[in-house]
């Protein structure tokens, strides 16, 4: 018996009890074999069905059937590949129906169906998951490589935009230094001018007062002579005494009150407008350059109203651009035609033709505004954008008559648009409001009818060049107005 004892020893070896980590836990696949307190399995078997811990699976190494088992890590979800009619393991795969079945399954309700061992089905469909995977990593590669380039770019505008800072500082920090500088200079010689003048005026001043000193002493002496009753001494001393000296020189003076620098302060402030028309003409183009930058795909065009105010723009009418029959009105909002020419200054921006007007704020980047209508007559609207550069006289300056400006008219139940002279009828719901988006950088002008709802009632898809303007054209007792969008 010892003996025995001592063979069964070699071959099983002395095994220590199991230490607390190897036994299951309640997240853990047990053993179903162990009896008492179970241990965690190592394997589980397709064909038993059953896990083993890695004592109890030794007779699957061991005999040469056993060996022939399919050994899967543990799972909990064994009984899935038993069929729930037949109590039979799961081994075919209906293609048909898409799903595993046992082989009296194929023999009953999927008789007929185009069955393949789910062994051959798992083949085919493993090369497929490769592929997917492949395609996957590829994929992954590819956006790792985009999100680097993005970061590229990120550091790319980042240092782009801190050397614009840095170079348009030092530039308006030249200009302000120039200005500075040029107003020194007036202020010098004003100064200076004002020094020569005053010290001329008191040069005169003073010579004028010794000739009223000389002439209050000869005065004096022709007073003393008058009052002489010897008229031998009169007559003696008169011809000394009422000999004048030569009087000083002043018809040059000419006195202008309050007139003697004020020419200076008038040029200075003609310098100052002119400054300011240029800065608001290159500030257009400066604001076209910064909106231009777009490291990004286009974005869509908004499919809600609530999606377009995002892009919502304070627009106001410019009166140097106003047709002298146009009364603007409303903060420079509304414009309405009348009768009565208005008493507009002369100005090269002034349309002298159409009653027309464009607003003052160019327009670049996406851009989202709303137009008030109302006419009498057919026509008497027209909702547009234009170059600053369009004509302002002549027939040809008519909105939509040229190849500056795009114009869509407005009717009772109808539209037309208008560009470059050339018509296109639109057809929408009649509404007495039409919003425009623009998306400068894309091309895209759209007008829309607003009401409780928006319709799109036409698209433009072109390349802008330069920055666009508002536009209104109104006649005929009509009125026109930029809403306040909230």
């Not at 789910?118 to 493993?126: G, L, S």
């Not at 954008?385 to 400006?405: C, M, P, Q, T, W």
């Not at 639109?426 to 623009?438: D, F, M, N, Q, T």
């Amino acid at each position: 018996m010892l003996a025995a004892l001592v063979e069964q020893l070699k071959k099983t070896g002395l095994q220590a009890a199991p230490a607390d980590h190897c036994y299951a836990g309640p997240e853990d696949v047990a053993c179903d074999v162990c009896t008492g307190r179970k241990l965690k399995a190592f394997k589980s078997c397709l064909q038993c069905l059953i896990s083993y811990c890695e004592n109890h699976l030794q007779p699957h190494f061991e005999s040469t059937k056993l060996k022939k088992h399919k050994l899967v890590e543990p799972s909990e979800k064994l009984q899935e590949n038993i069929c729930s009619c037949h109590d039979e393991v799961m081994k075919i795969f209906c293609r048909t129906d898409k799903k595993c079945i046992c082989y009296l399954c194929s023999m009953e309700d999927h008789k007929g169906h185009d069955t393949v061992p789910a062994a051959a089905e798992r083949t085919e469909r493993q090369r497929e998951l490769e592929v997917s995977r492949l395609n996957i990593q590829q994929r992954i590669q590819d956006r790792e490589k985009d999100v680097k380039l993005l970061q590229q770019e990120v550091e790319a505008v980042s240092h782009s935009a801190d050397k614009a800072v840095e170079d348009s500082e030092k530039i308006f920090t030249q200009l302000i230094r120039l200005l500075q500088k040029r107003s020194s200079d007036v202020k010098q010689q004003i100064r200076s001018q004002q020094e020569t003048e005053v010290s001329g005026v008191k040069e005169l001043q003073e010579k004028l007062q010794q000739e009223i000193t000389e002439l209050k002493r000869k005065d004096a002496e022709l007073k003393q002579l008058s009052h002489t009753e010897d008229h031998n001494q009169f007559l003696h001393n008169y011809p000394s005494v009422s000999q004048l000296s030569e009087p000083t020189d002043s018809s040059s003076i000419n006195i202008r009150p309050l007139r003697y620098f004020e020419d200076v302060t008038a040029a200075v402030s003609e310098l100052r407008d002119l400054l300011q028309d240029i800065l608001r003409d290159k500030w257009t183009n400066i604001s076209l350059k910064v909106t231009e930058v777009d490291v990004l795909l286009p974005q869509p065009e908004p499919e809600t109203r609530a999606g377009f105010l995002r892009y919502s723009r304070e627009i106001t009418l410019d009166p140097n651009t106003a047709n002298t029959h146009l009364l603007l009105s409303e903060g420079n909002r509304k414009v309405e035609w009348t009768l009565q020419q208005q008493s507009y200054s002369i100005h090269i921006d002034r349309f002298t033709y159409w009653c027309q007007v464009l607003s003052r704020e160019s327009l670049t980047g996406r851009c989202y505004w709303e137009v008030e209508w109302r006419g009498s007559r057919w026509g008497g609207v027209r909702v547009a954008v234009a170059y600053k550069n369009i004509s302002r006289s002549g027939g040809e300056s008519l909105f939509g008559f040229n190849d500056k400006s795009w114009s869509l008219r407005c009717g009772t139940n109808s539209y037309e648009f208008w560009f470059n002279n050339i018509k296109t009828s639109v057809s929408g719901p009649g509404s007495s409001r039409v919003g425009v988006y623009l998306d400068h950088r894309a091309g895209i002008l759209s007008f829309y009818s607003v009401s409780e709802t928006m319709t799109l009632l036409l698209r433009v898809q072109t390349t802008f060049t330069q920055p666009l303007y508002a536009g209104l054209f109104v006649c005929n007792e009509s009125t026109a107005e930029l809403c306040k969008l909230k």
